[in-house]
C-alpha cells in the first residue's frame, strides 16, 4: 500500500536518482584522478629506469636567465611576470619565482619529455572517458525509468482501469474495476474513489432509465392505444356533423399524443443501440408525415410540392427520423396561411428540405436573431436538434425575408 503522497513519491524518486548519478559521477571522478597521478609516477618511474644507473633530475632550477637552456634564455630576457609557463615544443614547464634581487627572478624547471602521454594516448583516452561517461549516462537514463515508473505505477494501473470500461455499454460490474481501495489515500486513491463512485451513480441512472423508459413505453401508449380504438368505434356511430368534428379533434389530439410519447421515449433511451443502426427510405416517411399533418391545411388552399431526385436510404433510427419530420412538417404546415404557398419538400440523396413562405404577421415570434438558427421558430426544434444529434444527423433553419428552409441532413 502507498502511504505517501503521489507529490511526495515523485520528488523522492528524484531525489533518489540524482543522488546515485552523482555517487556515481564523484566515483568516476575519484578514479580518474588516482589513474592520472598513478599513471605520471609510473611514467617517471619508467624514464628514471631506462636510465639507470645514471639517473637524470626532471626538475631543476636556475638562479639567472643566463644559466636556463639555450631554448628558454631570449624568453627569459623579456622578464616575464611571476607564474607558470609551458612550452610544447620543447616539453618544458617553467615556474617563475620572484626573489630578493628585483632585477632578476630565479626559475624552476620541469622536464616532462617521456612523461606526458602521447597524442594516440590522449585520443585513446579521451575515448575511454567518454565511453564511461555515456554508460554513466544510459545507466543514470534507465535508473531514472525504473524509479519513475515505480513512482507513478498508480496511476498507470488507474488509467488502464478506466480505459478498460466500454463507455458505450455501461454496467454495473464496471465501478468494480477500479476498486478504489488498492490505491490508498493519496491523490491517486481520492481520484479512484471519485471515479469509482460517479462510474456507480452513471449506472444506476442507465438502470433507472431502462426501467423507466419500458415501463413508460407500456403504460403511456396503453391508454393512447385505448382512446384509438374507442374512437374508430365512435366512428362507426351514426353521428351529427358537430360530433364527427369534434370526435375528428379528438382523433387528431390523439394523434399528436402518439407522436410527443414517441418523441420523448427516443430521447430518454440510452441503451437503444440496436435501432440505431436500420436501414430505411426517406420518402415513405415524408409521405406519412404529410398525410398525418394535412388537416393543418385544410380551408388554407395551400399546395404541397414533393419532389425527389434520388429514393436515398438511411442508416439510424426509423423512428426518431419520422418523429422530426413530423415535428418539421407541422411547422411548415401550421405558419403557412391561406393562400401563402404552396410549400415545398424536396429530397435529396443526403439532405431533406422544408420550404414555405415567410409570414411576418404571424410568424415575427418565431425568427431567430440569425441564420442556420434552430431555435426559434416553431415549436419542438430543441428536440429535433437533439435527435439530430443522437443519430448523427445535421438539422439547420435558414430564414431570410421571403422564406423559411428546414435542411435536415444525414
Request: one cysteine or more; glycine letters at 6%; proline letters at 2%.
Amino acid at each position: 500500500m502507498y502511504r505517501l503522497s503521489l507529490r511526495r513519491r515523485v520528488a523522492f524518486a528524484f531525489a533518489i536518482c540524482i543522488a546515485v548519478l552523482s555517487v556515481a559521477w564523484g566515483f568516476a571522478f575519484v578514479a580518474a584522478i588516482r589513474l592520472s597521478e598513478d599513471r605520471v609516477l609510473m611514467q617517471q618511474l619508467q624514464v628514471a629506469a631506462q636510465n639507470y644507473p645514471s639517473l637524470t633530475m626532471n626538475l631543476r632550477g636556475y638562479d639567472n636567465a643566463a644559466s636556463l637552456p639555450k631554448s628558454l634564455q631570449s624568453w627569459a630576457q623579456t622578464n616575464p611576470a611571476a607564474g607558470i609557463y609551458e612550452f610544447e615544443s620543447e616539453e618544458l614547464h617553467v615556474a617563475v619565482v620572484t626573489t630578493g634581487n628585483k632585477q632578476q627572478n630565479a626559475f624552476v624547471v620541469f622536464d616532462v619529455a617521456g612523461i606526458e602521454a602521447a597524442s594516440s594516448e590522449d585520443w585513446w583516452l579521451l575515448l575511454v572517458i567518454t565511453g564511461a561517461v555515456g554508460t554513466l549516462g544510459v545507466l543514470g537514463f534507465g535508473l531514472g525509468l525504473v524509479v519513475m515508473r515505480r513512482a507513478v505505477a498508480p496511476v498507470a494501473e488507474l488509467a488502464k482501469a478506466v480505459a478498460d470500461i466500454d463507455l458505450e455499454h455501461l454496467s454495473a460490474e464496471d465501478s468494480k474495476r477500479i476498486d478504489s481501495r488498492r490505491f490508498g489515500d493519496d491523490e491517486v486513491g481520492v481520484l479512484a474513489g471519485t471515479i469509482e463512485k460517479t462510474l456507480e451513480r452513471i449506472s444506476a441512472f442507465v438502470t433507472r432509465e431502462r426501467d423507466f423508459t419500458s415501463s413508460a413505453s407500456h403504460e403511456l401508449r396503453t391508454p393512447i392505444t385505448v382512446i384509438t380504438g374507442a374512437l374508430e368505434l365512435l366512428e362507426q356511430s351514426d353521428l351529427s356533423e358537430r360530433d364527427a368534428q369534434a370526435l375528428d379533434r379528438v382523433r387528431r389530439a390523439t394523434l399528436d399524443m402518439k407522436t410527443t410519447i414517441e418523441m420523448f421515449l427516443c430521447l430518454a433511451r440510452e441503451t437503444d443501440n440496436r435501432l440505431y443502426q436500420e436501414e430505411f427510405l426517406v420518402a415513405p416517411l415524408v409521405r406519412q408525415a404529410i398525410d398525418q399533418q394535412r388537416h393543418l391545411l385544410s380551408h388554407k388552399f395551400v399546395d404541397v410540392e414533393i419532389e425527389h431526385f434520388d429514393n436515398p436510404k438511411v442508416c439510424g433510427h426509423q423512428q426518431a427520423f419520422a418523429v422530426a419530420i413530423n415535428n418539421l412538417v407541422r411547422n411548415a404546415f401550421e405558419h403557412t396561411l391561406s393562400g401563402q404557398g404552396p410549400i415545398s419538400i424536396l429530397i435529396k440523396e443526403r439532405e431533406l428540405l422544408i420550404t414555405n413562405l415567410l409570414n411576418h404577421e404571424a410568424d415575427e415570434c418565431y425568427i431567430p436573431t440569425t441564420e442556420d438558427s434552430s431555435h426559434g421558430y416553431g415549436l419542438g426544434l430543441g428536440i429535433v436538434q437533439r435527435l439530430c444529434e443522437r443519430n448523427g444527423w445535421s438539422f439547420s433553419l435558414i430564414v431570410d425575408d421571403q422564406r423559411v428552409i428546414a435542411c435536415l441532413a444525414w
